[in-house]
């Protein structure tokens, strides 16, 4: 077992980022008077949407890729039974099992049958600045093979934001959630009471007890422009799809 991190649920401040504005300046909740929090909802609106989950807490879209869940500040927080719009803030649900994988050190297999659209797990992290992921970065020796920047990038309005959650020192277990070329985990960005992007790892079809959980990486960066040499470096790709990319994505800086 690693044990060379500290343990935390869910996305906190780091070096380098405004802790204040990102996790501390509320977002308006919603007045809603019932549990439901649909199409009416504030909360839901925020990323226009009729519904963010379905009665079984499970993303009501297959493309959904943001959400805005309830909080504290919304009136539906006052109800005896809790609106079905809080899903991520719950934590984890449902069952999975660290094993160690032949060629991937650690992997995470699900211990029960997890059903298409089910929240997993949290990419948790510290989310940390460009500057800190470079010094981060820097300070590494040259047999860390192991990257633990998530690096998520926004549109709003035409414009590109880029935030980095790094799991290298304080994360959770999705920190040992392995690339697959043809993933059954994808990536949701949900906030929850305020600006913080949380990762969440959703199910994007049926995954069965015992099978590995896995999501996409993503692209190597400039990855057609590279040449034999350069993926040499890169380390294999070991997911076993027939579609496999051979290799896995690897970035030609730390924030690329």
Known sequence: MNNSYDHIEQLVP??????????????????????VCGENC???????????????????KANTDTVVECSDSCACALL???????????????????????????GILADETIKEGTFVCEYAGEL????????????????VLHNYTFTVV?????????SFIDARFRGNIARFVNHSCNPNLK???????????????FTSRQIEKGEEVCYDYGLSGEQDQVGSGEFRRAKRCYCGEAECRGFLPMSFTATS
């Open 187 to 201: 990536p949701c960005i949900v906030r929850i009471n305020s600006e913080a992007p949380h990762i969440a790892l």
């Open 80 to 106: 005896p039974r809790s609106c079905g719009n809080r899903v991520v803030q719950n934590g984890i649900q449902v069952k999975l099992k660290m094993v160690s994988i032949i060629n991937k050190g650690y």
């Open 42 to 60: 504030k909360c839901v609106q925020y990323t226009n949407k009729d519904k963010n989950y379905n009665d079984q807490g499970r993303l009501d």
């Open 14 to 35: 780091g070096p380098g980022v405004d802790a204040e504005k990102l996790f501390e300046e509320l977002f308006v909740g919603c007045d809603c008077p019932t549990a």
């Open 128 to 143: 940390i600045s460009k500057e800190e992921v470079e010094k981060r970065h820097s300070a590494l020796s040259e047999d």
């Open 154 to 162: 926004e549109h709003f309005g035409g414009t590109p934001k880029t």
